[in-house]
């Protein structure tokens, strides 16, 4: 009885001084958690570090989109964002910059591999040149950005 009495002890204290790292939601087509069975995509949430590294997965298992936050809420992102299509191939690179502003370049592929269009970011604003290309891959405009707006 004694023993049974210290395991219980010990295991309960090891529990409650665990802090859950690693989460997995299924999400339904609106991105609001469901149950397996109805769900739309999967999403798991890892910590790595300070940051909680999330991963988004379409129901075939093929990632769709990777990112880190500052937290398991996703109300901060930090860092390289990435996007992908069905098939797997990269639709989008971005950047948050510490502030969770979008900042630096962006990147965006058709589902072909060829350039959709190319920009700068500064703190969550289009800024500078943006190229758009046509889906064979030449440039259809540039348009420069000032302070989100359409300089020329």
């Known amino acids: 009885m004694k023993k049974k009495l210290l395991l219980f002890l010990v295991l309960s204290s090891f529990v409650k001084g665990y ?24 999403e798991t949430i890892v910590k790595k570090d300070s940051l909680w590294l999330v991963r988004k997965y379409y129901p075939s298992g093929k990632i769709f989109r990777l990112g880190k936050f500052k937290d398991k809420t996703k109300k901060e992102p930090i860092g390289e964002f990435s996007q992908y299509y069905r098939s797997g191939k990269i ?32 703190k969550n604003k289009k800024e500078g040149v943006w190229k758009y290309y046509h889906f064979n891959g030449e440039i259809a405009s540039k348009l420069y950005y000032k302070n989100d707006s359409i300089v020329k």
Not at 19 to 38: A, E, H, M, P, W
Not at 94 to 117: D, E, P, Q, V
């Open 91 to 122: 639709k989008k690179i971005f950047f948050y910059n510490n502030k969770s502003l979008k900042s630096s370049w962006i990147k965006s592929w058709f589902h072909t591999g060829k350039l959709s269009y190319t920009g700068l970011y500064r």
């Open 19 to 42: 802090s859950q790292d690693s989460i997995v939601n299924y999400l339904d087509r609106d991105g609001k958690i469901t149950v397996k069975g109805k769900a739309r995509s999967i």
